[in-house]
């Protein structure tokens, strides 16, 4: 129950990536950083803070990794292409230094330096309370898998809607021919933008999720292997397809789960799997399963 947890986590940063992968046609290599943010600002709260609540440890790391997006969107949209990669590559570099080095736990004066020096810049998270209760460590991962389950049903319902709205197709206009979008009167920067905090908000909202699930936050998620990650389990999916990204999110976390029984060789196994599954479905499993879906309806259709 554990990893279907950690999958609908990571399927949730997938779809807000999408956002901009898919819809916005703007490769970012930096979303680790807001998954990171989401979790390392709850773990702050409950470490320094002693909050203990599940929804307010949710709420600090959303509203931590929103804030974050809107000044990070407000640099990386001056680019576009390649640009617009390096520089969220760039971000997300910049943000995990803070923490690898300890400068992020250094305004907690001698009990942040000791949690950094403790753990490596990593914390530990306890079961948190649902609703003001705490279920006992035998009932929680039951409880909480339905906590995570309505997040993502939430958030693939919020993103539907905001993909299938006028923004989402202004978005979608822009990244098909953006000069042609600014001539009739698209605000491309603005509207890229707003898709970048939607997204580095969405992605914050799993990684605290995620913090939770695995009782623990480490440098890593906010590193950008990790978010080449995500990015490799959106494509792998299929970025022009709504549920492409939660394919591709499940599928990567079943390939880590198999390669983690050859630790020796688990980079190895791990490659080799992503090498075959793009070798059969170099569109994407959305791209597969919409050409079967295809073929079967032409094979239903009566002969005339």
């Known amino acids: 129950m554990l990893v279907l947890q950690s999958a609908l986590a990571f399927a949730m940063a997938c779809l807000a990536l999408n956002l901009l992968v898919g819809y916005a046609g703007l490769l970012s290599l930096g979303h680790a950083a807001y998954f990171g943010i989401g979790a390392y600002a709850g773990a702050f709260a409950f470490t320094f803070f002693d909050v203990t609540?599940?929804?307010l440890y949710l709420l600090v790391g959303l509203a931590a990794a929103t804030g974050l997006?809107?000044?990070?969107?407000?640099?990386?949209?001056?680019?576009?292409?390649m640009f617009f990669a390096i520089s969220t590559l760039a971000v997300t570099q910049a943000v995990?230094?803070?923490?690898?080095?300890?400068?992020?736990?250094?305004?907690?004066?001698?009990?942040?330096?000791?949690?950094?020096?403790?753990?490596?810049?990593?914390?530990?998270l306890p079961r948190l309370s649902l609703a003001g209760v705490t279920p006992t460590p035998e009932r929680f991962?039951?409880?909480?898998?339905?906590?995570?389950?309505?997040?993502?049903v939430l958030t693939g319902g919020a993103l539907w809607r905001v993909v299938?709205?006028?923004?989402?197709?202004?978005?979608?206009?822009?990244?098909?021919?953006?000069?042609?979008?600014?001539?009739?009167?698209?605000?491309?920067?603005?509207?890229?933008?707003?898709?970048?905090?939607?997204?580095?908000?969405?992605?914050?909202?799993?990684g605290a999720l995620s913090a939770q699930v695995d009782r623990q936050v480490t440098p890593q998620q906010l590193g950008w292997?990790?978010?080449?990650?995500?990015?490799?389990a959106t494509m792998l999916g299929g970025t022009r397809h709504f549920f492409g990204?939660?394919?591709?999110?499940?599928?990567?976390?079943?390939?880590?789960?198999?390669?983690?029984?050859?630790p020796l060789y688990r980079g190895l196994v791990l490659g080799g799997l992503l090498i075959a599954v793009t070798m059969v479905a170099p569109g994407g499993l959305a791209g597969v399963a919409s050409a079967l879906a295809g073929r079967l309806r032409a094979w239903r259709r009566p002969a005339r």
């Not at 822009?174 to 908000?201: E, H, K, M, Q, Y």
């Open 96 to 124: 995990q230094s803070l923490f690898v080095s300890g400068a992020a736990f250094r305004p907690f004066g001698a009990h942040g330096k000791g949690f950094f020096l403790i753990g490596d810049g990593g914390l530990y």
């Open 225 to 232: 292997l990790f978010s080449a990650e995500m990015v490799v």
């Open 69 to 81: 997006a809107a000044v990070a969107g407000a640099l990386c949209t001056r680019t576009s292409g």
């Open 53 to 55: 609540s599940f929804e």
């Open 141 to 152: 991962a039951g409880v909480f898998y339905y906590v995570v389950a309505a997040a993502f």
């Open 164 to 206: 299938h709205s006028p923004f989402g197709l202004a978005l979608q206009a822009s990244r098909d021919n953006v000069l042609r979008a600014t001539f009739v009167g698209v605000a491309t920067r603005r509207l890229r933008w707003r898709a970048f905090v939607i997204a580095g908000a969405l992605a914050g909202l799993a």
């Open 245 to 262: 990204p939660v394919a591709g999110a499940f599928l990567v976390v079943a390939l880590r789960e198999i390669a983690l029984r050859v």
